[in-house]
Every structure is written in C-alpha cells, then in structure tokens.
C-alpha cells in the first residue's frame, strides 16, 4: 500500500481489524466492460495544520481527522470527519472530475498532505502531467 493509506477498497470489500485502525482489503472480483468501477481510500489520524480545512457544511475543522476518498470512474469525492465520530463532511472543492483510478489515488494523497499542512485547507485540482 502506498505511504499514507490505511485502508483501500475496489469493488466489494472486506473489513481487516489488527493493530491499529481497522483496514479496508479489496476483494478481487471479475471486470466486465459494463461493470461499474470504482474504488476508495481512508486515512485516519491526518492531523491539521494551523488553520484546518476548510468543508462545506461545517467551515473548518481541525485536529485529529480521517479523510475519505471515493472515485466513481467520473470525478473524486473528498470528505473528512473527527477521527472516531459519525458526521462526514465534503472538503470545499469536491468533487472533482477524475478519469483514472491513478489519478483519484493521487487526488487522496494530495488531500491529505493539504489537510497536514493546514490553511483552511481544499480540494485542488490534479495537474494529471506530474503523475507517475
């Protein structure tokens, strides 16, 4: 798994509780060409930086938060909530038209480092050249 990915899902999951937070293990399943694709990542335990990240419901929240990554084959969806609380709330700047399920991982990483560093942190869009 990449550094900074706790749990990863595509197609159906399953649920692996070890040390530590529970991950997501993707299941292999056949693909067809109508099948839909998609595919998510998690990551607890992202501390903010100073000045947070700015969602759309709630302003901007800091401290301890998870942040989920959901790609559909279209765009990206990015929440984030307190670690360890039920609300989930849409990073300000999803969704966010994605083609590539590299491209979406790349999209979640990004979040994640915005949301370390802080600054009312935002989605941004992916200059899809600078992915490997």
């Given at each position: 798994m990449p550094p900074g990915v706790d749990g990863r899902s595509r197609g159906r999951c399953e649920t692996v509780v070890?040390?530590?937070?529970?991950?997501?293990?993707?299941?292999?399943?056949?693909?067809?060409?109508?099948?839909?694709?998609?595919?998510?990542?998690?990551?607890?335990?992202?501390?903010?930086?100073?000045?947070?990240?700015?969602?759309?419901?709630?302003?901007?929240?800091?401290g301890d938060l998870t942040v989920h990554t959901t790609w559909d084959g279209r765009q990206v969806d990015v929440t984030i909530q307190y670690t360890g609380t039920l609300d989930w709330f849409t990073l300000t700047g999803s969704p966010v038209p994605c083609r590539s399920e590299r491209h979406s991982r790349a999209l979640h990483q990004a979040a994640v480092e915005a949301v370390r560093t802080g600054g009312g942190a935002t989605v941004q869009r992916l200059d899809v050249t600078s992915v490997s």
């Open positions: 070890g040390s530590g937070a529970a991950q997501v293990r993707a299941v292999p399943s056949e693909r067809k060409a109508d099948a839909m694709v998609w595919a998510s990542w998690t990551t607890p335990g992202v501390f903010s930086g100073p000045g947070g990240a700015r969602t759309d419901e709630a302003g901007i929240v800091a």
